[in-house]
Structure formats: structure tokens, C-alpha cells
């Protein structure tokens, strides 16, 4: 199996620019980088940050921009979201009660893909309603399940960012853990590479397609950085799980 991973976008109206950058062409080079060397993924997964600010202006934008994918999308939600816009514009994306999450089983894994978005907040959460539902997805599952969400619930050694992760980890600790199929997290949010295990369970993180942030982990504060946007290819052989970071130039 091969997915891609595509991760905060943060789109506005066409031609807008985000941190002086034109986030819409940076997508387009994405685009055009996976149908060239990736058409047969069985699937890409936008993990969040579809939006810069949540306009119905920058989700229009997206459709047309992922247009050509020629694999099929599962888009997932962010804290810089607005489900009611994006729901608007893609109201074929499937949903459980309201909420931008679903599962879907392909060759010997199950995917997961949550919805994190705490509307007004910057950091993420799920409810018990969101938890209830993952713990019956995972209780069903016959297959090792990969999850895919925005907001990490692990730190990754960066205060500004472990700050506004997932609210409350231990709780979706707790329902993974229940089940013990998990066998890898992939998040957002974080614009970084980043790789590792939280309670027993390997993680990886990815950069953003427009900009990233500062290798500053001795800092207060956040700061935006500049290193080539990137996207996530996830192979899995067997049991094996590999993840490629593949730049945009």
C-alpha cells in the first residue's frame, strides 16, 4: 500500500499570500510532483490547515487546485478550519454526526481519520462523542489500524508547539490503548519532520506546503520558518511501516 500525506495547507482567496508566500502554487506543485511520481498511491490524506482563515474563497480555491489528483483524497480538518465552510463545498466528504471523520479499510490496515478541530481554539480535542466513536472503529477493526489526525497528542520537544497539541492525550491514550491495533499516528500542525514512539506507538509528523516552523526549540515563542515545503509518502510492507519526506522544489 502507499499513501501520501499532505498537511496545513493554509490556503486564503486566490493570490493572497500567507507568511509572503503564495500558498495555493506551493499546492499545485505538490500536485503536479504526486501525479508524476505517485499516480498509483492508493490514496493522499490532507491532514488539516486546509484553510488559512476559513473562507469559503479558500476552499473553492482547494477544489480546483486538487482537481487533477489523479489518486483518491480524504481531506481532515484543523484548528485554522470552519466545518461549516468546508462542509459547503465539500459536502461529499464523509462525516460521522457532523464531525469530518471516518474509517476506511484498505489492504491489510484499517484508516482512521479523526476530527481534532476545537473551533476557536488553536489547540485540538476530541470529545467524548469523537472518542466514543473511535473506540467502537477500533473495536471492530480486523486489521492494524493507522490513524490520521491534525493535532499531534505527543510533544516533540518544542514548547510553542507542544503547547497547542491535542488537548487532554491520556484520554485518547486511554481508547488505544484498550484495543492495542495502533499501529502509527500521523499528524500535523507542527510543520516539521518529526518521527518517534508515544506510549509504545510510532509517530510521524510532516511540513507544511507553504511555510514551516523555525528549528527553535529552545524558544518561547513561535517562529515561521522556510525550509522546502514537503509531503509524506507512507509504504507499508507487511507488517512494515516506512515513511519518505518528499520535498517540493
Not at 510543520?191 to 507553504?210: D, E, M, P, Q, V
Request: glycine fraction near 8%.
Amino acid at each position: 500500500m502507499k499513501l501520501i500525506q499532505i498537511t496545513d495547507l493554509h490556503l486564503r482567496g486566490r493570490g493572497e499570500l500567507v507568511c509572503g508566500l503564495d500558498p495555493a502554487v506551493h499546492l499545485a506543485k505538490a500536485v503536479a510532483d504526486i501525479n508524476r511520481y505517485h499516480a498509483d498511491a492508493d490514496l493522499v490524506v490532507f491532514t488539516g490547515d486546509l484553510s488559512d482563515d476559513g473562507s469559503l474563497a479558500s476552499y473553492r480555491l482547494l477544489a480546483d487546485v486538487i482537481a487533477p489528483l489523479v489518486p483518491p483524497v480524504r481531506l481532515l480538518l484543523g484548528n485554522h478550519d470552519d466545518r461549516l465552510a468546508f462542509s459547503s463545498v465539500f459536502p461529499s466528504t464523509p462525516t460521522e454526526d457532523a464531525f469530518v471523520q471516518s474509517a476506511m479499510d484498505i489492504g491489510s490496515y484499517r484508516l482512521v481519520f479523526l476530527d481534532t478541530l476545537d473551533e476557536g481554539a488553536v489547540a485540538g480535542r476530541l470529545c467524548e462523542h469523537r472518542l466514543a466513536w473511535l473506540d467502537g472503529c477500533l473495536a471492530e477493526a480486523s486489521t492494524p489500524a493507522l490513524i490520521f489526525m491534525h493535532h499531534p497528542p505527543f510533544n516533540i520537544g518544542m514548547p510553542p508547539l507542544d503547547g497547542v497539541k491535542l488537548i487532554d492525550p491520556q484520554a485518547f491514550a486511554d481508547v488505544i490503548g484498550r484495543h492495542g491495533n495502533t499501529r502509527h499516528i500521523f499528524a500535523g500542525h507542527v510543520h516539521r519532520l518529526s518521527s518517534g514512539t508515544w506510549k509504545g506507538i510510532a509517530f510521524s509528523t510532516g511540513r507544511g506546503t507553504n511555510h514551516q516552523t523555525a528549528p527553535l526549540f529552545g524558544a518561547k515563542d513561535f517562529a515561521v520558518g522556510f525550509e522546502a515545503p514537503a509531503y509524506n509518502v507512507i509504504l507499508t510492507e507487511g507488517p512494515d511501516i516506512i515513511v519518505h519526506a518528499q520535498e517540493i522544489i
